[in-house]
């Protein structure tokens, strides 16, 4: 039997994914904006590789989500990453808003969240890896800068696995937004929403889960319930490479005023703040981000597995 995902006209799956799905196996989509522009180079295509690795150790199908060609690509070959990587910021970073014009033009994209949660759906995977997700900024209440990473997650049925948000937003925001939308936030192991770089924010989750069992178990449950929208796994920075919570704080801070200064806004925004903050950390927050990634992708593999366990389609 052949499902939907087959027939789409602007999907374009691996053969190693498109046989994944067909086999019933466990796979994880990954997003390409924060290969593009969240990261230098090289590290930026290490890192991207040592995710579909951490994947594969952990027993699921990696799917690295971008846009080449015109074509929603679910699963890149390691040139095609290293492309999207080297390009970087030539690369375009495209959110929902930007598909319409790069699919009918044929051109290139970096995925965020919000669109690779897009190819998710359309390849029919339902749980993702990342970093942190896009979220209120912090000063939307005049500049209505708010991520459409939230509104996706309102709106399309994919789990987004991420080390909460960093706080560069305005996370009781985030979650206040997310609480509109009616998006569930389960900590992982926590009842705090982690903070990107430190395990804690001085907010918590909605629910606290302790296993992949039963986040899979909740996930099949709220899409019986309602088949639309996603849900936010918030899995904490590993303790070890946790940085410190004032500097963190002092630093995002200097970032924030250096992109006010120099007029930053739009999607310009959040790569901005991220090299800002390397640069101010001397890449201390570059390492964090790499392993709150692979730790990432190494509980959304387990929740995959779960999740297909028992998935009933
Ligand atoms: N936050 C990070 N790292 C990232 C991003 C956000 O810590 O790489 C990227 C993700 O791709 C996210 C996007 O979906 O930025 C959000 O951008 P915006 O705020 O413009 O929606
Ligand atoms: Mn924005």
């Given amino acids: 039997m052949f499902s939907t995902h087959m027939l789409h006209p602007f999907l374009a799956l691996s053969p190693e994914v498109k ?6 196996q466990p796979l994880v989509a ?3 904006t924060i290969i593009a522009h969240g990261m230098p180079y090289p590290q930026n295509v290490e890192t991207a590789l040592l995710v579909e690795k951490t994947v594969r150790d952990s027993g699921a ?5 971008a846009i080449l060609g015109g074509k929603l690509k679910a699963g890149l070959t390691p040139e095609e990453i290293e492309y999207l990587g080297k390009n970087g910021s030539k690369i375009p970073k495209s959110s ?3 598909l319409p014009y790069l699919v009918s033009k044929q051109l290139d994209g970096a995925t965020t969240v919000a669109s690779t949660m897009i190819i998710a759906h359309l390849a029919d995977i339902r749980i993702f890896a990342t970093g942190g997700i896009g979220g209120v900024h912090r000063g939307a209440t005049t500049t209505m800068d ?8 309102a709106r399309t049925p994919v789990a987004v696995v991420s080390a909460g948000a960093k706080s560069i937003l305005d996370l009781g925001l985030t979650l206040e937004y997310l609480e509109t939308m009616g ?6 192991q926590t009842p705090d ?3 990107f770089y430190t395990r804690k924010s001085g907010h918590k989750v909605d629910f606290q889960l302790d296993t992949p069992k039963e986040i899979a178990q909740l996930l099949h449950t709220k899409w019986q319930l309602d088949p639309r929208g996603g849900a936010l796994i918030a899995n904490p920075v590993p303790e070890k490479d946790q940085l410190d919570a004032d500097l963190m704080e002092k630093t995002i801070a200097q970032a924030v005023a250096e992109a006010d200064k120099q007029g930053i806004s739009g999607k310009a925004l959040t790569p901005f703040l991220l090299a800002k903050m390397e640069q101010l950390t001397a890449g201390r927050s570059l390492q964090t981000n790499i392993a709150l990634v692979l730790n990432n992708a ?6 995959a597995e779960r999740w297909t366990m028992n998935d009933e389609r």
């Fill in 19 to 24: 046989a994944a799905l067909h086999q019933h």
């Fill in 193 to 195: 929403f982690p903070a």
């Fill in 96 to 98: 929902r808003r930007d």
């Fill in 183 to 188: 998006v569930p936030v389960i900590g992982y």
């Fill in 30 to 32: 990954l997003e390409s």
């Fill in 61 to 65: 199908i990696p799917a690295t989500c």
């Fill in 298 to 303: 190494r509980l959304a593999a387990e929740i």
């Fill in 146 to 153: 708010i991520s459409a990473d939230l509104q996706e997650l």
